[in-house]
Structures are given as C-alpha cells and as structure tokens.
Nanobody
Framework: QVRLVESGGGLVQSGGSLSLSCAASGSRLLLDSISWYRQAPGKQQEMVAE??????TTFADFVKGRFVISTQKKNAYTMQMNNLQPEDTAVYYC?????????WGQGTRVTVSS
C-alpha cells in the first residue's frame, strides 16, 4: 500500500519562503507523477504543480515562477515556495499517481501573513 507523508509548511510573512516535502513509501516503483494541490478557506481545491516521472513539471499560472519542485531520492520530493503572498494561504496536499491509482498525503497548512 502506497502512503504519502507530507511535512513542512507553517507560518511565514509576506515575501518569505517555505518548503513542503512529500515522501512516498510502500512502492518499489517510481511514482508516475507527483502533484501538489491546495485548498484555501471557502474555496475549491486547485492544482499548484505537477511533476511527471521524467521530470517534466507544470505549474499553475498563479505560481509565476515562485515555486520549484526537486527530488532528493526516489519518491521523495520537495516544493520550494518563494515570495509567498497572503493569497497562498491554504492547506496543501500532495498527490501521487502510480499504475492508475491515486494516493493523497495528509495535507499541511501554509499561512502567509501580510
């Protein structure tokens, strides 16, 4: 059973940086993709970024070059978020895809104060 565990997040002032990590356990295979989604209070969940197994990465328009996804080892990823703004405040979830199945992390809260 694949399990995604998230870490990171927290409280930061506007213009600051945070990193979110997502590590998958329970699979010898490389995830087909890793994505981050976020859900702000009172809003629908939206995709932030997606990285495919080959390394190709797509970011939502609102990221505007502020976020970077890196991988430290197989199935361990970090999303570095820079120049954070109050509108980035949300719960962030990582999502992994493997062989047609989807797995979610537990979510981690990011709060950006103005």
């Amino acid at each position: 059973q694949v399990r995604l565990v998230e870490s990171g997040g927290g409280l930061v002032q506007s213009g600051g940086s945070l990193s979110l990590s997502c590590a998958a356990s329970g699979s010898r295979l490389l995830l087909d993709s890793i994505s981050w989604y976020r859900q702000a209070p009172g809003k629908q969940q939206e995709m932030v970024a997606e990285r495919l197994a080959g390394g190709a990465t797509t970011f939502a328009d609102f990221v505007k070059g502020r976020f970077v996804i890196s991988t430290q080892k197989k199935n361990a990823y970090t999303m570095q978020m820079n120049n954070l703004q109050p509108e980035d405040t949300a719960v962030y979830y990582c999502k992994g895809r493997l062989l047609g199945r989807t797995y979610w992390g537990q979510g981690t809260r990011v709060t950006v104060s103005s």
